[in-house]
């Protein structure tokens, strides 16, 4: 989620969200100039009212990928038909989060929760044409308060579609690719490389700002793979997130180096009905198990270790929403499956939501980071067999928040990623 928030706050103390605001711009003046228009539609009663200015939009992501023109000999630009000539592309990008960016279950509670705010559509559906408004401002600053006009170019298809093909491959009416000479293509093609970029990924992946005291926006996926070992390397989000595959663009065309768009991430699935963990999953982690001692004699102590790299993300594990976390659970099971004794570590950042949103805390792995987890028990009575277990979780939330969202039962918000079971010999036997 981009947006984080004490759920149902919002709506009961919008006096606090206004007040707070009202400094944001005070302080904001300071340093910028901003243009007070007038409001001079029919929404405007109250020229003189502070609320009645409108604040323009300033922040890049406060705008909507302006209205984009359908390429000549294409009849939309909706990626159902790119996808009569680009299928396989088309079939991987339906099966990703991109797709469903808008319908996910979990956007759709947050952003009920959030009075269905404009601005969250600016990074799940992205352009203009997928938007029923055009927003010109916010009144008196008011993030809830917005000045619009209906679009003319609203195209509802599109807007189901979320994070479209156009989003990244359209612009001024042609088709933007990483060759711009392919003569068999029937729509305009240029090269423009700004638009199949990192940079551009991170517009949406890699932001820190706070919108109300109880809203921010919080990603830095970004800023978390610039100080990492990997730039230097030449690993970015779209070398590990688009593998390379050498294919035809089209059926019977001519195999060229092209990308997977499957953009797999957590392993959890989104899509109703699938508790699979995504296909093409590679978990970030490592994983080493050590247990000692290799003798167990009741009333020594033992212990087992699980050591945790982030071998594989690019960037801290977990990264983006700040929801997401890990938890390393590590047990001493007797042979009938009843613990004896566990405990659990979690990884991830915390958060306090209310009055004001504040980031607490940050445990995360960073890249390649290394972490030790331990459990050390004093053994007990050892005739029976034991089992050591070990069992790591993603989380793409927790269970109250789901809960609190009616998401529970909708899709998977947990998935188990590794799990091992050791057994100890009682007596003097040896760890197997
Ligand atoms: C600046 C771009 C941006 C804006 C604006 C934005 N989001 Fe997102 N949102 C993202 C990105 C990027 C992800 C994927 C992050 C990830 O999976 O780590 C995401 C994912 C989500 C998810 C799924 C989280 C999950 O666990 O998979 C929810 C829900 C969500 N956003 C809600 C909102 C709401 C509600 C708003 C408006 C208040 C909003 N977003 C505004 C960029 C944005
Ligand atoms: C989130 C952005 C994004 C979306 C959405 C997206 N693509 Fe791509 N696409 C890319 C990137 C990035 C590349 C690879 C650029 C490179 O190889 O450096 C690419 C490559 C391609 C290529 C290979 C041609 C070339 O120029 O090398 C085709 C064809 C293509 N995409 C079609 C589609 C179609 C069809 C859809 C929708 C079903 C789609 N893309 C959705 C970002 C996107
Ligand atoms: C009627 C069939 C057809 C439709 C519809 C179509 N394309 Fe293409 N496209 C092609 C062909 C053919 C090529 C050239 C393939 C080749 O030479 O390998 C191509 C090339 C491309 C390229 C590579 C351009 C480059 O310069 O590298 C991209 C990207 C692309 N299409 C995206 C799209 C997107 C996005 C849509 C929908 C808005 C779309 N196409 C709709 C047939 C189509
Ligand atoms: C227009 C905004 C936008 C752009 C541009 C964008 N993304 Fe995303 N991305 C999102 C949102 C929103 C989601 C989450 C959708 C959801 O889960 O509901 C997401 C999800 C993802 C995920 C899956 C995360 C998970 O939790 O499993 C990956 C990986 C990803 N994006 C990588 C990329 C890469 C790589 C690029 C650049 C080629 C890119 N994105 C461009 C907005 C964007
Ligand atoms: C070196 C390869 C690598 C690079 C570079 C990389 N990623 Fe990832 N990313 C991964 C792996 C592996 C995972 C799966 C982590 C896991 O869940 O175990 C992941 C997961 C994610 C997720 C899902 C959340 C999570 O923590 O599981 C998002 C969102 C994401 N990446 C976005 C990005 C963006 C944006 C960039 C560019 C700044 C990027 N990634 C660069 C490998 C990479």
């Known amino acids: 989620m981009a947006f984080d928030k004490k759920y149902s706050f919002i709506n009961e103390d919008r ?56 390429p000549e000999n294409l009849e939309s630009l909706s990626a159902s038909e790119c996808g009569e000539c680009h299928e396989e592309i088309y079939r991987e990008w339906q099966q990703s989060n991109h797709a469903i960016a808008l319908q996910d279950p979990q956007f759709q509670a947050e952003w009920a929760k959030d009075d269905s705010l404009w601005v969250c559509l600016n990074c799940h559906t992205p352009l203009q044409n997928q938007q029923e408004f055009i927003i010109l401002g916010k009144r008196g600053g008011d993030y809830f308060q917005p000045a619009q006009q209906a679009n003319p170019h609203f195209d509802p298809e599109l807007q189901a579609e979320s994070i479209t093909c156009a989003v990244c491959h359209v612009r001024d009416g042609a088709v933007i690719g990483t060759r711009g000479d392919l003569e068999e293509a029937p729509h305009k093609v240029r090269k423009d490389p700004r638009f199949l970029s990192r940079e551009f990924c991170l517009t949406c992946h890699n932001i820190t700002d706070v919108l109300t005291p109880t809203l921010v926006c919080s990603f830095q996926s970004g800023d978390e793979w610039a100080t990492s070992p990997y730039p230097a390397a030449g690993q970015d989000c779209i070398s590990c997130h688009m593998p390379v595959i050498h294919r035809p663009l089209v059926s019977g065309g001519t195999a060229r180096q092209t990308r997977r768009h499957t953009w797999v991430g957590s392993a959890i699935p989104k899509f109703p009905g699938e508790d699979d963990i995504v296909e093409g999953y590679k978990s970030g982690l490592d994983v080493v198990v050590h247990s000692s001692p290799e003798m167990l004699t009741a009333g020594d102590s033992s212990f087992l270790t699980v050591s945790v790299t982030n071998q594989r993300a690019g960037h801290f594990l977990p990264t983006g929403d700040p929801e997401y ?37 940050d445990n995360r792995l960073k890249p390649l980071e290394q972490r030790n987890y331990t459990l050390a028990v004093e053994t007990p009575q050892v005739e029976e067999n034991f089992y050591w277990e070990v069992i790591i979780t993603y989380h793409r939330m927790t269970v109250e928040n789901a809960a609190l969202m009616n998401l529970l039962g909708k899709y998977p918000i947990a998935a188990i990623i590794y799990q091992r079971k050791l057994r100890v010999r009682g007596g003097t036997d040896k760890v197997l």
């Open 15 to 70: 006096g606090v969200t206004s007040k707070a605001l009202k400094y944001l711009a005070v302080a904001l003046s300071c340093c910028s100039v901003f243009i007070f228009l007038n409001c001079g539609n029919q929404e405007s009663s109250q020229p003189n009212d502070r609320t009645s200015q409108i604040q323009p939009l300033t922040k890049y992501w406060e705008k909507a990928i302006p209205n984009q023109e359908i």
């Open 325 to 361: 976390f890990l938890t390393v659970d590590l047990r001493l099971t007797d042979k009938q499956g009843n613990t004896v004794i566990d405990t659990t570590f979690r990884v991830g950042q915390e958060w306090e939501w209310w009055p004001e949103v504040r980031k607490l805390g």
